[in-house]
């Protein structure tokens, strides 16, 4: 499991008083209100600070960081990721998962799947957000993609302590 969750990626400065805007990448936007302390990743490392104000325009948060007084400082730490540790999450309820948790678990097939029976056909690369459900995108050995459904007819086990999920393949799902 992750140590570290992203919550946000810094776009650019904001005004002259040290202001970032940043994309949240968190389904609860409003956690940036909640939160004291973050981690920002950056290309040469971490920085590690406290959130002074947050403020809401369109779909980006505008964020006064502690360590932060002009645009200047700011203009090199853009694209970087804003962190929280584990401990400052959002609870989870029964079958939700964290996106980082996910990415990296081997995919098997179930037992109901003829040939592929209990075979690994992947590891989990992306989750795709697309409102109906997610789709977990599944890098193949072969370097091929495979889409699945995050439904209960097609995702039948997800178990994070040991890194897999266990599929069901749906007719029509593998071409």
């Known amino acids: 499991m992750e140590q570290f969750l992203r919550i946000g990626v810094i776009t650019r ?5 040290g202001e ?5 990448t968190t389904d609860y936007p409003q956690r940036f209100e909640e939160v004291e302390h973050v981690i920002i990743k950056t290309r040469k490392g971490q920085i ?3 959130i002074e104000s947050v403020r809401y325009f ?10 932060f007084n002009a645009p200047e400082e700011i203009s090199q730490i853009a ?4 962190m929280i540790s584990r401990d400052q999450a959002q609870p989870l309820e029964e079958g939700e998962y964290y996106i ?14 003829d040939e592929l029976s ?3 056909l992947g590891v989990i690369k992306d989750v795709l957000q697309t409102g109906a459900n997610d789709v977990y995108v599944v890098q193949t050995d072969s370097a091929q993609e495979l889409l699945f459904p995050v439904i209960p007819d097609c995702v039948k086990k997800v178990d994070i302590e040991n ?3 266990t599929v069901h393949i749906m007719k029509g799902l593998l071409g």
């Open 118 to 120: 209990g075979r690994k």
């Open 13 to 17: 400065p904001h005004g002259v008083h």
């Open 79 to 82: 694209g970087s990721d804003i």
């Open 163 to 165: 890194a897999s999920v």
């Open 100 to 113: 980082a948790d996910l990415l990296g678990c081997s995919v098997f097939a179930d037992d109901s799947s």
């Open 48 to 50: 590690e600070t406290d």
């Open 20 to 24: 970032v805007k940043v994309y949240p």
């Open 58 to 67: 369109k779909n980006l948060a505008i964020v006064k960081f502690s360590c």
